[in-house]
């Protein structure tokens, strides 16, 4: 038979476990708030049942040793985690370029009186003026001056343009010492993890807090991560592991050919950034703002070498044969760009005559003037106007595929983890209703201890009395 005191040993499991998930539900409703926070559960077993040895027993089988408590464990489920991951990189990158083309918008605000396509027509409005008055030294003045706010224009449009370029520069490097920041962040969980898990416990506030640590460098770089069985996780960027143990290696600031920044390996490597800000950041700069500066050059440099080609088989009012009337340093023409020294100087220099010495003869300024509607960009498809209106159209375009897409990320983020809330969130009711039942256990287990209590002195106070 089984000891008097079998039924306390019973009764104190049950209490040891109620007392546990009281704890427990107590700790979910602080949290409740927290961000990051798994919802946490006690997973009860029955304890190891008890078997008569003796050789006569009566075969009624096992008895019962009450329960027993298997582990406090975290509500996750790692499949969506790693699917949060993986779209939160995107959703991140989309909204990088989204930002981005937005500026880029903002430098290039058309339709605007103020914007390059206002000045472009007013050049060539500036050239008929001229051609109908070739003697004015008043409408050769006005176009020298419309000349110079059309290149200005241009100038400030290209600096603008470069100017983000370095800005997304800066940013990248100040994102890769973010990666830096959160590897060693992450690396150092890991040993507190370790060592907590290598005593039988489960340290599930610290894997919260390594958990939402990944979620932010996966925002950074595309990240694998993989879980050891000493409770540390090994994330990998690239098929490289970025951390290791309590050990992260350092991604270092590097120049691509062209002198921007990039992400490399301390040995020197470049980075597989896959998706995520970094990666915007690079196809942004590399990829459309890129085209956007080249299309930018070749708009300066078509109207410039249309312009000087006419401008130069002209006559001056001096009668001098005319030269070029932009100028431009190749390959940078749009940051360059600018009315001819001498021709800014003195507007008499603009040669709107065919022949030398005759001042009233405007011809070269009528045909100037008609490259308005001449195809001189895009390989002679397209007009100055026609070339310049498709590039603001691409740039818009671009802009608001970025901001469908981004919104579009954002709300398969936002699902997902809001299907992660509903499994590993708090629910306020629901712990207040499990208080109510862990409750009652506490108090049933309480009154068994109670009972056997009474059983027991019975059996010590009173049994043996009879004949005394």
Known sequence: MTSAWFGLSIGLSGLRAAQTMLETAAHNTANASTVGYSRQRVRLVAAPPFSYPAFNRSGFG???TGVAIAAVERVRDAFLDAEIRTQVGASAAWATRRDGLARVETILPEPSTAGLGSALARFWAAWHDVAAEPTSIAARTALVEQAATLASGINRVARQLADLSTSLDGELRDRIGEVNDLASRIATLNAQIQRVVVTGERANDLEDARDRLLEELSELVSVGVERQADGTVTVLVGGTDLVSGNSARRVVVGTDGAGHVEARWSWGDPIALGTGRLAALVELRDGPLAAYRAALDELAAGIADAVNALHVTGFDATG?????F???TSGDAAATLAVDAAVAADPRRVAAAAAPGQPGD????????ELRSARILAAGTQTAADF???????IGADSRSAQDVADGQALVVDYLRNRREAISGVSLDEEAADMIRFQH????SARLITAVDEMLDTLISRTGLVGR
């Open 62 to 64: 096992q008895l019962g």
């Open 320 to 324: 001098a044969a005319g030269g070029a």
């Open 326 to 328: 932009f100028s431009y």
């Open 362 to 369: 405007g011809t070269i300024a009528a045909a100037i003037a």
């Open 388 to 394: 310049y209106a498709g590039l603001v159209g691409k």
């Open 441 to 444: 256990a506490y108090a049933a």
